[in-house]
């Protein structure tokens, strides 16, 4: 089952599909949730190898022995379709392909054995981010600009998700594959970061966690005229094109 929203003479309307060739994709689509979106950064093995020396090095010393948690506000929710609103004076500017873990009912200090049961289903997120200069501390600044956070274009129930840790994720710029990784690089696994959040802050049906972003390479960096899709296995495609802001 797929769950969406759209916009039909400015009402927001919710709506599943048994098919996603059921639904209309276009600019109407809305973000398929309302809720909170957390982010769960240096979640991925090859931007943490990247980042080694850099960790062992003052005043750091060591890397971070728990997950590193920051926020996308409401401001840069975007559904499919809309346009990521880029500026021209902030440097590069990258896509953050990930899993969306979405959650089915209040979540509080759970388990990790247990942490699946809570989850509705999965989604996408293009985490959209200006350069960064610290991981431990994501600079709201970097992460937080309007439309810097498409989901969508829906949410497939996890029953059709049999393996949320082993998914193939592929970036696209104007149709051209950039970027392929998979949830399998995630050092903390989506049960694991389910229990973790929510041993001290409660989670609600809706809310939805950004499981892992890779290294922002070159490869992702976007700009003004291009079209950025992401397709995660089992789980559908995410098409945004990308506008001077």
Same mark, same amino acid.
């Given at each position: 089952?797929?769950?969406?929203?759209?916009?039909?003479?400015?009402?927001?309307?919710?709506?599943?599909?048994?098919?996603?060739?059921?639904?209309?994709?276009?600019?109407?689509?809305?973000?398929?949730?309302?809720?909170?979106?957390?982010?769960?950064?240096?979640?991925?093995?090859?931007?943490?190898?990247?980042?080694?020396?850099?960790?062992?090095?003052?005043?750091?010393?060591?890397?971070?022995? +728990?997950? =590193?948690?920051?926020?996308? *506000? %409401?401001?840069?929710?975007?559904?499919?379709?809309?346009? &990521?609103?880029?500026? @021209?004076?902030?440097?590069?500017?990258?896509?953050?392909?990930?899993?969306?873990?979405?959650?089915?009912?209040?979540?509080?200090?759970?388990?990790?054995?247990?942490?699946?049961?809570?989850?509705?289903?999965?989604?996408?997120?293009?985490?959209?981010?200006?350069?960064?200069?610290?991981?431990?501390?994501?600079?709201?600044?970097?992460?937080?600009?309007?439309?810097?956070?498409?989901?969508?274009?829906?949410?497939?129930?996890?029953?059709?998700?049999?393996?949320?840790?082993?998914?193939?994720?592929?970036?696209?710029?104007?149709? +051209?594959? =950039?970027?392929?990784?998979? *949830? %399998?690089?995630?050092?903390?696994?989506?049960?694991?970061? &389910?229990?973790?959040? @929510?041993?001290?802050?409660?989670?609600?049906?809706?809310?939805?966690?950004?499981?892992?972003?890779?290294?922002?390479?070159?490869?992702?960096?976007?700009?003004?005229?291009?079209?950025?899709?992401?397709?995660?296995?089992?789980?559908?495609?995410?098409?945004?094109?990308?506008?001077?802001?």
């Amino acid at each position: 089952m797929f769950h969406y929203r759209q916009k039909e003479s400015n009402e927001v309307v919710s709506k599943t599909a048994d098919a996603s060739y059921e639904i209309r994709l276009d600019d109407t689509m809305l973000p398929p949730t309302s809720g909170s979106v957390i982010g769960v950064a240096l979640n991925n093995k090859a931007l943490a190898k990247s980042l080694e020396q850099v960790f062992n090095e003052k005043p750091h010393v060591h890397p971070p022995k +728990t997950p =590193v948690l920051h926020i996308k *506000t %409401d401001n840069t929710h975007i559904g499919y379709a809309n346009s &990521i609103k880029v500026p @021209s004076d902030k440097g590069a500017i990258y896509a953050g392909p990930s899993l969306g873990i979405v959650i089915g009912k209040k979540t509080t200090r759970v388990n990790v054995s247990d942490a699946l049961d809570f989850v509705a289903g999965f989604t996408i997120v293009n985490e959209v981010s200006l350069a960064e200069t610290s991981f431990y501390r994501p600079a709201v600044k970097a992460k937080c600009r309007d439309t810097f956070c498409p989901i969508g274009p829906w949410t497939v129930d996890k029953e059709s998700v049999s393996k949320p840790n082993n998914l193939s994720i592929n970036t696209f710029i104007n149709d +051209t594959l =950039v970027h392929e990784t998979n *949830t %399998d690089q995630l050092i903390y696994s989506v049960e694991e970061v &389910i229990s973790y959040i @929510s041993s001290f802050m409660t989670l609600e049906a809706g809310d939805i966690i950004i499981a892992g972003t890779p290294e922002r390479t070159p490869d992702l960096e976007i700009k003004p005229g291009d079209s950025v899709m992401i397709d995660i296995e089992g789980v559908g495609r995410l098409v945004n094109p990308v506008e001077q802001e």
